[in-house]
């Protein structure tokens, strides 16, 4: 596996700019398959789950290229493949957004249950419910998910939990859909707002976005349009709990801050300087930070995607802090922090953090993505080396995180493993050009 090697101490300054939100690019780039016409997406992270996802539309038979600006071309022309691939869905929980795209362009679809990062049971039971109420007849064989409809017809659907995942499925599978489809307590994230307002692009009818009801009328036809996707609200996240915890002090660019908002506060509790204007975000810290507590909950609730993260920051501030989980089942990594010396103590979905004085750098595992990003936050504010292994983990959603910390002036190095995942999907990622074969 590949490491990344960081010297804990050093505080952080500089400025640096935020890349385009993943969890918003995977579903926008998989949407954009459902013209015939091309669609040119720019502010795609360059990260490897985005990756799949393009890899994943080309065995579909769409036409994905990235262009010498970073921008990726998409075409779902060609598409003729109903049933996506199992070693590439398996890596990415967005890879299941083919199932919506394929009942909506084909009306049949074949898709494994996705993978994604371990973070305890997801289960894809409220897409598949959706998918039944819009008409499709659905069965798991053999580990796919097969659905097919001649013809979507829509429908009113509650969505018994707020889902990111199943509001956007269904969104991209009743874009075209024959009649209205009414989603009631529907995901209000920013990235479902973004894909709303990309399809509205395309000559879709979705209204509501950012509400908990949204409507859809279907339309004949979609077309091809040029969007530049949302910045990353997570990966902004990160970097505010990196400057806090080392000291210093960092400008985030190309931010949206009121989808911070959250996070911001509670950083503000917890003793950071937070100053921000339209879009930028300057953190200033004296590394002294207080205990807080959080809670997660659905947008604009405090993200489950900063959880992580933010007990790692709450594991060297003064006093206790009491961090409850409400999304999934996420504190595995907390033994990893516990290597390092942080104090915490897990009851059901609660984490009781004690600060201590300091934490250690220690040789450490990335069980998931936000676990890895909680293990970077700890070894930036930790005496010593710490070797974070696992690093193919955090370039699906970190795009040059060696670099930019190097950038605010942090003591990190990325050594690669030459059998790396990231490296052959890196590869793969170069042959991303309009001139090579389908085959990815
Ligand atoms: N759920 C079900 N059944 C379903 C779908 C969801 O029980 O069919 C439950 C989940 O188990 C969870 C809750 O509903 O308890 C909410 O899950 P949601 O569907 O909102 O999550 P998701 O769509 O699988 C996305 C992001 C996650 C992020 C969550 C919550 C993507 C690809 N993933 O997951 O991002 O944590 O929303 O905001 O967009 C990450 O980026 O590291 C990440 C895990």
Known sequence: MAHLIIRGGNPLYGEISVSGSKNSAMPILTAAALSDEESIIDNVPRDTSVLTICLILRSLGAEVYMDDKGRI???GAGINNHSAPYDLVRRERGSFYTAGLLLGRLGCAEVPLPGGCAIGSRPVDFHIRGFQQLGAEVTIEHGYVKASAPQLRGTSIFINRSSVGTTINLMIAAAKAEGVTI???AAKEPEVVDLAIFLNSMGARVRGAGTDVIRIEGVKELYGTEYGIICDR??????????????????????????????????????????????????RSQRKLKACDVETAPYPGFPTDLQQPFVALMSTAEGTSVIRETIFDRFRYVDELRRMGADIRVEHDTAIVRGVEQL????????????????VVAALGAVGETRI???????????????KLHALGADVVREESPDSVSQKITFAALRLSKEVDQDG
């Open 73 to 75: 071309h998409v075409r």
């Open 183 to 185: 989603l009631e307590n």
């Open 234 to 283: 997570i990966e902004a996240g990160t970097y505010l709990m990196c400057a806090a915890v080392a000291g210093g002090e960092v400008l985030l660019k190309d931010v949206v801050p009121e989808h911070l908002r959250s996070p911001i506060l509670k950083l503000m509790e917890a003793g950071v300087e937070i100053k921000e204007d339209n879009s930028s975000i300057l953190v």
């Open 360 to 375: 250690s750098g220690a040789p450490v595992e990335a069980t998931d993505l936000r676990a890895g990003a909680a293990l």
């Open 389 to 403: 292994l696992g690093l193919e983990i955090l370039d699906r959603g970190y795009e040059g995180l060696s670099e």
